[in-house]
Nanobody
Framework: QLQFVESGGGLVQSGGSLRLSCTASGFTLDDYAIGWFRRFPGREGISCIS??????RYADSVKGRFTISRDNAKNTVYLQMNSLEPVDTAIYFC????????????????????WGQGTQVTVSS
């Protein structure tokens, strides 16, 4: 079982920023494409980064505000979230993409498994 620890969530005012981290435990994260999802309820794929790091994708709801990146030396994928709004309040998860290609990532939930436990983000108005 591949495991993650998500961190960086918390309470922030509208317009504020948070940086979420997804750190792998017991395996090398740079072997995989990683996606970030949120549940509020319903689950939305919001961003992903390919195994190579060359491809990133964003949901329209976060485009221009969120930035995904990876630091393979730290075995961590980050999600920088700026200009946060109350509608961004959710539990945020990272997961491993099943497809192993180097330059692809997708935002479909069915493309992923090995989900983390999640970190709560709450944005107050």
């Amino acid at each position: 079982q591949l495991q993650f620890v998500e961190s960086g969530g918390g309470l922030v005012q509208s317009g504020g920023s948070l940086r979420l981290s997804c750190t792998a435990s017991g395996f090398t994260l740079d072997d995989y494409a990683i996606g970030w999802f949120r549940r509020f309820p319903g689950r939305e794929g919001i961003s992903c980064i390919s195994r190579s790091g060359d491809t990133t994708r964003y949901a329209d709801s976060v485009k221009g505000r969120f930035t995904i990146s990876r630091d393979n030396a730290k075995n961590t994928v980050y999600l920088q979230m700026n200009s946060l709004e109350p509608v961004d309040t959710a539990i945020y998860f990272c997961a491993i993409q099943k497809y192993m290609g180097a330059n692809y990532c997708g935002l479909g939930e069915v493309e992923y498994d090995n989900w983390g436990q999640g970190t709560q983000v709450t944005v107050s108005s």
